[in-house]
């Protein structure tokens, strides 16, 4: 009977957890409607389809007016969501304006969980009244009246050129770059509250495990004593009515 008494508390327990929404269950993949955009899932979350309680803040997404999946940096225009590799924690974007090395010089990562996915080398920023010969303007950033050029930082700039900002960045301007405005906007991310749910889950599996373990332990032990003490209390019952 005290076999049958424990087998019951400690099933509880976990018919409980089993039984209770998952918030796997909650918080399903989505995706902007378009058909190109990345299947959305934790830690990411799409702003007005996602419950409020799925992935975390920082990692929040949307959908624009054309239904494709954006994110926002302060500095920036929002960038579109290209892709996201999950296991490689890679977030690849596009910059709508087609101009990457305008987002390069403005993007702001600090605060945010996301840093650049290839290795950075610092490069300065040159906005000069007239062409400089031997070197290559950004067109997107250059107009009549000034033009634009990304340099090492340790060329002097010429007279008729001011320095605009040094930054890390993937690369230096070249025009054989991609015209969509993806290349070397890739992403990786971290996050101390991200490491700390997957650590809390692995922890949950553990102790899942350990009382699945146990559970089936004491299901053996009853099958094994149980019967045992139902026949010894069968025989008192016989004796007693003799």
Known sequence: MDSLIF?????????LFFTTPSKASICKSAKCTTLLSPQIQPPFRI??????????????LFCNHQNQTTIRFHGTTDLIVKSISYEARRLSLIDPQGCVHGVFLNLNLSHTPFSYYHTLRRYKYL????????????????GEA????????????????????????????????????????????TSAR???????????????SM?????????????KYGSKENEEGVNLLGEYRV
């Open 7 to 15: 087998l019951k508390l400690f099933s509880f327990p976990l018919l």
């Open 47 to 60: 702003q007005g389809i996602h419950p409020h309680q799925c992935g975390l803040s920082e990692f929040t």
């Open 127 to 142: 906005n000069c009244s007239s062409e400089v010969a031997g070197m290559e303007a950004v067109p997107c950033l250059s």
């Open 146 to 189: 000034h033009h634009v050029y990304v340099v090492e930082p340790s060329l002097p700039p010429p007279a008729s050129c001011r320095d605009v900002g040094t930054v890390g960045i993937p690369f230096s301007y070249s025009r054989y770059l991609s015209s969509d405005g993806s290349f070397g906007l890739g992403l990786t991310w």
């Open 194 to 208: 991200l490491d700390e749910t997957d650590y809390n889950h692995t922890v949950i599996i553990a102790v899942l």
């Open 211 to 223: 009382m699945a373990v146990v559970w089936m332990a004491g299901k053996v032990l009853y099958a």
